[in-house]
């Protein structure tokens, strides 16, 4: 008797350790498994990236870079064929500086103003015009002003005929919109180009985003401006980086519960690759 009652003291202390060791082991789970829901894996990728394309057809004159070259804003990258174009720049320039019509207008006005204003005198003085000749002097003087106001506004549609001519001309070269490098060339030189085809891709990899999503219930800890630690995976090595929090989403997607958040980070001496993977931690 005294045996069975020692075997169930014996049993009954192993089954208080056994529970007591699973609380610890399950409070110590849910530590560990709280510091790793709080960090958070994405993508990077470059804040400034575009696809460049003309909104004209053409033909490609010349493309000016090549795959791998730094080029600054505004630099020319490729020109189209425009010699019918620079034509018709220096045919609308002509026209519109062309005063010739402009200045017979303006001398036929000054004379029959002369003529009107001497007949006028004249019936003022004696009659020896008569009012007929006088009206019809002045119906002819109004006439040319008139005729001087058209011409105004002529010479203002040829001047901004010619403004159009210079901007289908200026279409004709490709700019960069930002400094960058140039990470891919889709065309060839004779290659005819339709408008809003891809021609030339542009990134600058010294300001890039990371991308992430997060749980709804971590939002909380995050706002805009607030410093996060980032952790981007460099070819064998992992790189810390600090990033800003510049975008939380309004709305969370209804079928994972998750959250976009975006952030900055300085790139400057290019040791991250744009669209490499990477972490963002939480602290609390």
Known sequence: MMKKRTKLKILMMLACLMTFSFFSLSHAQTFDGDNLNRTFKGVTEAVHEAVLSSSVDGTIKEILVKEGDWVQQSDPVIRLYRKEQELEVTLRYKIWKNKAAMN???????????????????????????????????????????????????????????????????????????????????????????????????????????????????????????????YIQAEEETIEKKGEVIFLSPVVDPASGLMKVKVIFDNNDQSIRPGVSGSMKIDK
């Open 104 to 230: 017979a207008a303006k001398v036929e006005a000054q004379n029959i103003q002369s003529l009107y204003e001497a007949s006028k005198q004249l019936f003022e003085k004696n009659h020896s015009v008569s009012k007929e000749e006088m009206t019809r002097l002045k119906i002819r003087y109004d006439q040319a002003r008139f005729k001087q106001i058209e011409l105004k506004i002529k010479k203002e549609q040829e001047r901004i005929q010619y403004e159009l001519a210079k901007e289908q001309l200026a279409k004709r070269i490709i700019y960069a919109p930002f400094q960058g490098v140039v990470t891919h060339i889709y065309a060839h030189v004779g290659e005819r180009s339709k408008s809003n085809q891809q021609l030339i891709k542009l990134v600058n990899p010294k300001v890039c985003y990371f991308k992430c999503n997060v749980e709804e219930h971590f939002a909380k800890d995050l706002r805009i401006g607030r410093s996060v630690d980032l």
